[in-house]
Nanobody
């Protein structure tokens, strides 16, 4: 089963950029759709973006034009580039590996706090 380790995140000001990384090990990257979710305090977990598994690339409307997802297959790493950050983007961000066979989320990253100050 794939294991995911996240890095990046932190405290930034509105308008700044951040890049989150999610490194996968123990499984073939090609067997998964890689997803990014976020969860703000008191809110439901929200799908932000996904990439791979024949599903192409998706970016949620709420962040489209500011966030992008990319994959480095050689490094088994998926990235979430976040530009023009807003205080509303403050949340814990999670990556998740979704099986292309069962469609289950087989593995989750540990979560990364992103805090955007106004």
């Amino acid at each position: 089963q794939v294991q995911l380790v996240q890095s990046g995140g932190g405290l930034v000001r509105a308008g700044d950029s951040l890049r989150l990384s999610c490194a996968a090990s123990g499984g073939s990257f090609s067997n998964y759709v890689m997803n990014w979710f976020r969860q703000a305090p008191g809110m439901q977990r929200e799908l932000i973006a996904y990439n791979g598994g024949g599903g192409g690339t998706y970016v949620a409307e709420s962040v489209r034009g500011r966030f992008s997802i990319s994959t480095d297959s050689a490094k088994n790493t998926v990235y979430l580039q976040m530009n023009s950050l807003e205080p509303e983007d403050t949340a814990v961000y999670y990556c998740a590996a979704q099986s292309t066979v069962t469609y289950a989320y087989d593995s989750w990253g540990q979560g990364t706090q992103v805090t955007v100050s106004s």
